[in-house]
């Protein structure tokens, strides 16, 4: 009988409890222990999984020979230590997005991931969604044509972070589903912000990326809005699509709009544009829990060595962006080249 991979699980503030839940059910691995420096919360995690061994030292889990994979939920500073100590210990690791606070940190953990062959996986949640899976099976089967523009609007009131922008908390999440969709990396990036809380990080911002072949992206993350929005839109050539992922049902809805292009009477120099108008269909999605196939799919890398779709690499393409927004947003927008 195969054994259970032991997870361990360090930070249970906002987003721990979601990731215990979620491999505390997941087939194949075993929740083994929490950690969090504040007592209430290891309370918490006793009273929802008895079973649970708690520590108020991150130190005593990672160093604990029952924890054979650590997560970690915890502010993103303290990314690159702990995980850089988890992998030191021989532990695989799956981290919080984003990976590390830089893409040089990102790299080292890599590299130490790769020397001791270890699993490292970043928390890109919504990679895992069905509703992103299904878009990105009707990019790559060529359903939507030539893809011209994602637009995004993902907004609320809160939750302010003190160690990082809107970009790093919100806007990552458009960078990591851009990764997963597209397949390719920008060439440039541009971005604004501003923040309206003295002494703390920006709250507004406007993100826009330049690809190859006049793909064009842009994200509008906002921690100030009275609703909250998480609107995206993709635009091709033959099809374009409605993603609205706080819809309960029809998160995904495709049209068949769009334009078509044919000369004028007096020659190329004047082309006319033509609008197609055809029917809307909203494809069925799979009701699972993203994180749960998360926890599935990190558990399966660890049994097979396979790496998962949201792994180091992925983790330091998007950080390699978000350093590059942050550059040009603090020069109120010069595009910075990606190397």
């Known amino acids: 009988m195969r054994a259970l991979i032991g997870i361990g699980v360090i930070g249970y503030g906002y987003w721990g409890p979601n990731l215990?839940?979620?491999f505390a059910e997941t087939k194949g691995a075993e929740l083994r222990a929490v950690s969090d420096l504040r007592p209430e919360r290891l309370a918490q995690a006793r009273a929802r999984h008895p079973q649970l061994r708690t520590f108020a030292d991150a130190a005593e889990l990672i160093a604990d020979p029952a924890i054979d994979a650590v997560v970690i939920a915890t502010p993103v500073g303290s990314h690159l230590e702990l995980a850089e100590r988890a992998l030191a210990a021989g532990k695989h690791v799956l981290v919080e997005k984003p990976l590390a606070a830089s893409a040089d940190g990102a790299r080292h953990l890599i590299d130490v991931a790769a020397r001791r062959r270890l699993q490292l996986m970043v928390d890109h949640t919504f990679v895992?969604?069905?509703?992103?899976?299904?878009?990105?099976?009707?990019?790559?089967?060529?359903?939507?044509?030539?893809?011209?523009?994602?637009d995004s609007v993902r907004v609320n009131l809160g939750l302010f972070q003190h160690d990082v922008s809107v970009l790093w908390d919100l806007a990552v999440h458009d960078l990591s589903i851009l990764d997963y969709l597209v397949g390719e990396r920008p060439q440039a990036v541009s971005a604004t912000g501003v923040s309206h809380v003295p002494g703390q990080p920006e709250n507004v911002a406007y993100l826009t990326l330049f690809f190859e072949?006049?793909?064009?992206?842009?994200?509008?993350?906002?921690?100030?809005?009275?609703?909250?929005?998480?609107?995206?839109?993709?635009?091709?050539?033959?099809?374009?699509?409605?993603?609205?992922?706080?819809?309960?049902?029809?998160?995904?809805?495709v049209y068949d709009k769009g334009v078509t292009l044919s000369p004028g009477p007096e020659g190329v120099y004047q082309m006319l544009v033509g609008y197609r108008t055809g029917d809307l269909w909203a494809p069925h999605l799979e009701t699972s829990e993203a994180l749960r196939v998360e926890a599935a799919e990190f558990v399966r890398a660890i049994e097979t060595g396979a790496p998962g779709a949201t792994d180091g690499a992925a983790g330091l393409r998007v950080v390699e962006i978000l350093e590059a927004a942050t550059r040009s947003m603090a020069e109120r927008g010069r595009p910075v080249e990606l190397r």
């Not at 929005?229 to 809805?253: A, H, N, Q």
């Open 20 to 22: 215990v839940r979620n």
């Open 128 to 150: 895992y969604t069905s509703a992103v899976r299904r878009i990105r099976e009707l990019v790559r089967d060529g359903s939507l044509g030539r893809i011209y523009y994602y």
């Open 213 to 253: 072949a006049q793909l064009v992206a842009h994200v509008h993350v906002n921690w100030l809005a009275p609703v909250k929005i998480r609107r995206t839109l993709i635009g091709g050539s033959e099809k374009m699509i409605v993603y609205d992922d706080l819809e309960p049902s029809e998160k995904v809805k």
